[in-house]
């Protein structure tokens, strides 16, 4: 056997593999490493995310929004937005008597033959609310400062405490000062809730809502001074509405609270923002008081807080549909 069929000795290796070349021809590339402590060709990488990997080529895609991740997981606005804020579940504003016919409150005939005094009884109870919506609407321009878990508790706390007190207690809520003191804390408790809840969506939604919410009182309250429909006679549907409205809000912030379900958030709020503005109708006859029954001119703090209530209501269930569909 010959020597040339044998490989070639670690020595040939290093020599050039074809012999020069006659001609204007350049010489093939060499394979292979170059010898130790020689330079190094630069590596075929580019050398930041965004360079191209050959002169000439464009640049290679935009940063991703994340450290470590060079490019985007999808498309903008390709992921699922975050659930809504549930707000915590508030009763309808209920006397205690309102099934009775005791203490004058919601009694037939209790005094209303004068119109003055029907009058300034009306005009004192929406003086009353229009300081609380302006309240509120203060509030919610500033409350995006101040974003406190523990301060809008605490208010929860105060309202479900203010509020109990202003319906279930009879001398509280006629006696003045105490009256007015005890529906301040309870309009700014509400209020500074009201406004922490509406923080959490862009300011398109809350304008809309709020436009929604203006638009619908207005067309009830005229609606309840021009119809002869009387729903102060549909007392026992109205206490079974707030029950049920009571209680479906409990259940919802359980189940949503373990597993957040779009549909489940949408149908409670619609049936809050329905069952509320029949609430509004029903206080709004008996501030009236040309129906079955009436409220007592003593009862002016109780008749804008129920009211209020109703407003602040219809508001935050709109604002739930309304921020949940543009998310």
Known sequence: MSRSDYPPRYDDCHGPLYGPQGGNYPPPPSYGFPAY?????????????????????????????????????????????????MPPVMPPTIPSDVLSSGDGFAASGSGWDSLSIRHAFIRKVYLILASQLLVTTGIRG??????????????????????????????????????????????????????????YYNTKAVFLALGITAVVCIAVTVFCFQTKVDFTKCQGLFCVLGIV?????????????F????????????????????????????????????????????????????????????????????K
Not at 163 to 190: E, M, Y
Not at 290 to 295: F, G, M, P, Y
Request: with cysteine.
């Open 142 to 199: 500033r409350i995006h400062i101040c974003r406190n878990q523990a301060i809008y508790w605490a208010s929860y706390g105060v309202y479900i405490v203010t509020h109990l007190v202003l319906v279930c207690c009879k001398g509280p809520r006629r006696k003045f000062p105490w009256n007015v003191i005890l529906l301040s804390i309870f309009t700014l408790a509400l209020s500074y809730m009201t406004g922490s809840i509406s923080s």
């Open 37 to 85: 402590g020689g330079p190094q060709p630069s590596a075929p990488y580019p050398t930041g995310p965004n360079a191209p990997l050959y002169p000439g080529q464009p640049a290679g895609y935009p940063p991703g929004p994340y450290q470590g991740h060079p490019q985007p997981g999808g498309p903008p606005g390709g992921g699922y937005p975050n659930p809504p804020p």
């Open 259 to 326: 597993k957040y379900i779009l549909w489940l958030h949408m149908l409670y709020a619609a049936l809050g923002a329905i069952v509320f503005t029949m609430f509004l109708a029903y206080h709004t006859q008996l501030l009236i008081g040309n129906r079955k029954h009436s409220i007592s001119p003593e009862e002016y703090v109780f008749a804008a807080l129920s009211i209020y209530v109703d407003i602040v209501q219809i508001f935050l269930f709109l604002l739930q549909i309304i921020g949940a569909s543009t």
């Open 245 to 257: 409205i009571f209680v479906t809000g409990i259940i919802t912030t359980i189940v949503l609270s």
